[in-house]
């Protein structure tokens, strides 16, 4: 699976950038108001337009120069989102003109060498072209697209152009048999020293300091278990927590590790427990619908543990299998390409309707489906649709009876029957004749 490519949106404060990333993404997730600034932490959101899928980011306000310690700070983020970005969005506001320091920012942009485009904002008329829109000519980065962020005016035409400016998506259906895995864990909790210890070399800088990492890093590597690409992520932090001008976009990278990865390894520091941020971490895995094990790491400084590390595995991953671990002794890291090999086969099973619908048939004999004002649930069949994750389609006669309970007991019949052990499933409940 490739990554969604990025489109970020910049520009000198206070030009309606929130406003047109709102737009775009068709809700509202950012804060707009008038002072300038008011936009410091990234937001970013996926999007759809004429078959393409990319995600746009909104920055704050972009200002080349100055001594102002947290405008320096909104820079340092921005100048992030456009070395991760595909397409840049320059927005200006057309009832200012051309400013100083739009053509700052311009010059700015044009030395990343990105696809550069110029939406002049605030563009809130229809039926003529205003005048002053050829002024934005002289910023030397192509031609301006008049939008309304808040009338919607322009943004066909400019979303048009940011699709047209995307990379072709890669075609991995032809890919070999090597299998990506995602290390993604909290900040130091051991993933760049597991990296290092698989390889065997110091391939990623490790530090005691949380946050070393700051962009995903790919490793080939392969064994008598197989071949593998390893993608090291930085550390995801708690929202509350979040200080340095880089976390953000770590996140975000790592989001984008995750997209990529076949497999998980979701690494827990044994001697903190499972915490808040691990869930969150786990999470992100568990909604992407990867396969995953949880590697509790640090075992080395436990006494008295069993082992199995079971108590580390959050509620809603009851399926993923766990393995305790120390990165710097060594411990158990050869067990690892074992279960990467075994969750990744689970998560890629495919199971025929046949014996599908024969666990169907049992487990309604079961326990029967559930009935609402007298009308009862009936299940009719079962198909698999899908793969990464194993994804099911339950045809009925009235999906509103399918209440969530029995969904998840038809879940539990799935797995005891076919295991999946490592890897989310997927239920999709149609009514009869839906497609």
């Known amino acids: 699976m490739s990554t969604k490519p990025i489109v970020a949106i910049v520009g000198r404060p206070n030009v309606g950038k ?6 775009l993404a068709g809700q509202r997730l950012s804060i707009v108001e008038d002072t300038p600034g008011v936009t410091r932490d990234r937001i970013y959101a996926d999007c759809e337009w004429n078959g393409r899928e990319f995600r746009i980011v909104d920055t704050g306000g972009i200002e080349p120069k100055t001594d102002d310690a947290i405008i320096k700070f909104t820079r340092d983020q921005a100048q992030i989102a456009i070395e991760l970005a595909e397409v840049i969005v320059l927005v200006c506001d057309i009832n200012t003109g051309v400013t100083a320091a739009d053509k700052d920012v311009a010059d700015y942009l044009l030395r990343s060498k990105k696809h550069i485009l110029l939406a002049v ?5 229809t039926g003529y072209s205003n005048p002053d829109l050829f002024d934005f000519y002289s910023l030397g980065v192509g031609e301006p697209i008049a939008v309304s962020a808040v009338h919607g005016h322009g943004t066909g035409d400019l979303l048009d152009e940011i699709v047209n400016n995307l990379s072709e998506p890669l075609d991995n259906s032809g890919e070999d048999d090597t299998i990506k895995v995602a290390v993604i864990g909290k900040p130091n909790a051991g993933k760049s020293s597991l990296v290092n210890r698989i390889l065997g070399e110091q391939r990623v800088i490790v530090s005691d300091v949380a946050g070393t990492t700051r962009d995903a890093v790919d490793a080939e590597f ?4 197989g071949q593998y690409v390893f993608i090291d992520t930085a550390g995801l932090r708690r929202k509350s927590k979040v200080e340095e001008r880089i976390e953000h976009y ?4 790592a989001q984008q590790a995750i997209e990529r990865a076949d497999v998980c390894l979701i690494m827990i520091d044994a001697s903190e427990g499972l915490t808040e941020q691990d869930t969150k971490v786990a999470g992100l895995a568990h909604e992407a619908g990867k396969a995953s094990i949880i590697v509790v790491n640090k075992w ?3 006494s008295g543990g069993n ?3 079971k108590e580390y595995i959050p509620d809603f991953m009851s399926y993923a299998p766990s393995v305790t671990i120390s990165a710097s002794t060594g411990l158990r890291v050869e067990k690892l390409f074992e279960l990467i090999n075994y969750v ?7 199971i025929t309707t046949g014996l599908l619908n024969n666990v169907l048939a049992d487990a309604v004999q079961r326990v029967q489906p559930p009935t609402d004002k007298g009308k009862r649930l009936k299940l009719y069949y079962m198909t698999q649709v899908g793969i990464q994750p194993p994804h099911f389609v339950v045809f009925c006669n009235d999906k509103e009876l399918f209440h969530f309970s029995y969904q998840r007991y038809l879940e539990n019949q799935i797995r005891s029957t076919f295991g999946l052990e490592g890897t989310p499933i997927k239920i999709t409940i149609r009514n009869r004749g839906e497609d």
Do not use: C, M, P, W
């Open 307 to 309: 082992g199995v590390g």
């Open 300 to 302: 080395d400084l436990i």
């Open 250 to 253: 770590s996140v975000l990278r």
């Open 222 to 225: 392969s064994n008598e278990h």
């Open 121 to 125: 904002n605030k563009s809130d008329g």
């Open 344 to 350: 990744y086969g689970q998560s890629v099973t495919r």
């Open 18 to 23: 929130s406003a047109l990333f709102n737009k």
